[in-house]
């Protein structure tokens, strides 16, 4: 998927009313932003639109919402953040409304330069989020405080709300401007080339729990990459596949054919598909995540029936690093193992380290393995890390993102 959509650089935000759809769902503990990676992103464009005298509206969702409007799950604590990291004050709306009078006076009363940032767009639950006749009226109503929109929230960007593309029906209505934003334009450009205009050899390395979640994936991967590498808890259905046992190891039962399938695919496709050729198993899963775990090493096809594989052993760590290494190309996405416990993180630390020393291009996509990276200490080291979890898979799967496709052809 090519990008040639309006972007901030194509538009005078001059004096104009811009609504801005950031991706702001960062994690909180006990009220504190525990990962800044989601604000810190969106910045260079809010910087722009400051910068060029816009009135900059900002907007998004956090969290689940799942017992109605809440206070933690407010924006507060993101506003605050974002003002320091700005440099200038952002004024917090913070009524459950999003888009009630407070809000019409706090946009009727912004000068050239301002920003004010709107409360959670989940707050206003099911319009937001199942845009029916209800969630067109919300997306009218955010139209209705803006000149032009901009969409910057790429992790949130394969979502079709209101926020996110039904609003732009209404702003380009009334002959504004739907443009994305630097985050979403870099986002798409490193993701979009990796997989549709790859510099050979392109080797994608995919992790995880469940093979349920990825079957897209690994089907649109397969076809674009030339080595296949795939580890983590959803190998293990591979090796059943194979014939394997598995022991107490994660499978997905229902996905053995699929398994099969995409085995006999790569062959026919003349691509290499890795699997771990040895596996770091225990008696059962650390309880606590990160408390102790006694792990020996075993041959794939060794697993007794009672233990469980919870990494890749390091025979397959090498396997896996030296393919890493011939490639110009890499995405990842997944861990290799329980990475959250130090006994269990061995084979996503190679992985990672391996991509690290590479001078390959690599992405690494969000989610868990965008933790994996910023917790193991790799992040500055690789080319990109997606700020997208769900949303670089549907990208990686082949998929068109409503908040893509909603933005203005240039
Ligand atoms: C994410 O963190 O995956 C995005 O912010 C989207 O959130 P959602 O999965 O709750 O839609
Ligand atoms: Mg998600």
Redesign the pocket.
Known sequence: MGLNKKSVDDFNAKGRRVLVRC?F?VPLKNGEITDDTRIVAALPTINKLVNDGAKVILCS?L??VKEGPNEKESLAPVAKRLSEKLGKEVKFIADYNVTGAETTAAVAAMNEGDVILLQNTRFRMKEETKPGDAGEAFAKELADLCDDYVCDAF??SH?AHASVSVVTKYVREKGGNCAVGYLMQKEINFLGNAVENPVRPFVAILGGAKVADKLNVINNLLEKCDTLIIGGGMAFTFLKAKGYEIGKSLCDDEKIDYCKEMMAKAEKLGKKLLLPVDTGIAAGFPDPIDGPVDVTYVDSDKIPADMEGLDIGPKTCELFANAAKTAKTVVWNGPMGVFENPTLAKGTIAVAKALAETDATTIIG??DSAAACNQLGFADKMSHIST????SLEFLEGKELPGVYAADDK
């Open positions: 991706d769902n969702h969290g689940k992790g949130s979502r969000g989610g997208g979890g769900g949303a």
